[in-house]
């Protein structure tokens, strides 16, 4: 794979290569889709026996360190999905990555604000997940912004 300095918004590994953006959503989509299954792995998700649907209760841990549930892990699913199905243009590839970005931003303030023990900690969060939703949050807005600024600009110079 190469970068052409013509087209810095585009990864060029031949001839109708996609665009990184859209790269960027199908792999932050697949990663989502591998945790998800991963989730549902005893080993990989430890205190297996212990996963509720919901709730704090919960005491399942994928690897050992991020608290899940089933809802949780289908949480997961469901980004992954999408990620991988908006990848398909530039423009639902950039909503992807700065909406999801912004639904982790959100669910990090929530996670601070609400007790790990409190009934409303419905998901189920920790303070690893805590802390994963806001790097989540700033890698997928910032790839969303970042390499959907080029996008724009091709757009631009084109029109």
């Known amino acids: 794979m190469s970068y052409s300095s ?26 989502f889709l591998l945790v998800g299954i991963l989730g549902f792995i005893p080993g990989v998700t430890t205190n ?8 704090h209760e919960s005491g399942a841990m994928l690897f050992g360190v991020f608290q899940v549930s089933i ?19 530039a423009n639902a590839a950039r909503a992807f990555l700065i909406g999801g970005g912004a639904i982790y931003l959100v669910l990090w303030i929530y996670g601070l604000v609400v007790g790990s023990e409190s ?15 806001l790097g989540l949050a700033i890698g997928m ?13 091709r757009g631009e110079m084109s029109g």
Request: proline share 4%; aromatic share 8%; glycine share 16%.
């Open 141 to 153: 807005i910032g790839l969303g912004l970042v390499l959907g600024a080029g996008g724009r600009r």
């Open 48 to 55: 297996y026996g212990d996963m509720q649907f919901a709730g």
């Open 119 to 133: 009934t409303a900690n419905f998901v189920p969060l920790n303070n690893a997940d805590n802390w994963l939703h």
């Open 71 to 89: 809802l949780h892990n289908i949480v997961h699913l469901l980004f992954g999905i999408a990620g991988l199905a908006m990848m398909r243009t």
């Open 6 to 31: 013509a087209q810095p918004w585009r990864a060029v590994a031949g001839m109708g290569s996609r665009p990184a953006l859209q790269t960027a959503a199908g792999v932050v989509g697949a990663v």
